[in-house]
């Protein structure tokens, strides 16, 4: 039996690609900004986080990342990255607790990493819920290495899972 087809969303106030003074073409007029969901065991250590397995056509398709996208013009980076969550992953903000970002700033163009948990009590089940997704699921730390990483997260990776740990 499959699953039904994944809606696309329509385009929102910030989509658009901007050509950034890097020499590279980056997605969000206003930056972009993504999440980068934590599982704790009993003792607070991290074990799991949540990928996304990026629509093929997407940039960069095919690779796992974490969810996020373009800032819209009213939102902070932390609103935009929590919005995606829900729009990419069926995360719900009220289950997750920002612990801290990351930017990675171009001057002309910004990529904002926010670094969440689960709250205690909440179990939250990631899951596709747009186009932009062919799976969302948890990954255990130790395995997120053997994935077919999006380039700048996996540049990105191992500063991202020593900030999870302290």
Do not use: K, N
């Not at 013009?73 to 992953?89: F, K, M, N, S, Y």
């Not at 930017?103 to 709250?119: A, K, M, N, P």
């Amino acid at each position: 039996m499959s699953s039904p087809p994944v809606p696309a969303r329509a385009p929102q106030p910030g989509d658009g690609w901007v050509q950034c003074s890097c020499g590279r073409r980056h997605w969000g007029l206003h930056g972009a900004a993504g999440i980068l969901v934590a599982r704790r065991d009993a003792t607070g250590v991290p074990r799991d986080v949540v990928l996304q397995h990026r629509a093929l056509w997407s940039d960069q398709g095919g690779t796992w990342g974490i969810p996020g996208g373009a800032v819209g013009p009213d939102e902070t980076a932390v609103e935009g990255a929590l919005r995606e969550a829900g729009e990419e992953a069926g995360l719900s903000p009220a289950d997750l607790r920002v612990l801290s970002t990351s930017v990675l700033d171009h001057g002309d163009w910004s990529y904002t990493t926010v670094l969440c948990d689960v709250r205690a009590g909440a179990a939250p089940e990631p899951r596709a819920t747009d186009a932009e997704s062919i799976a969302v699921r948890w990954v255990p730390l130790d395995a997120v290495d053997a994935f077919p990483l999006h380039p700048a997260f996996a540049a990105a990776w191992p500063s991202l899972r020593a900030a999870l740990a302290d």
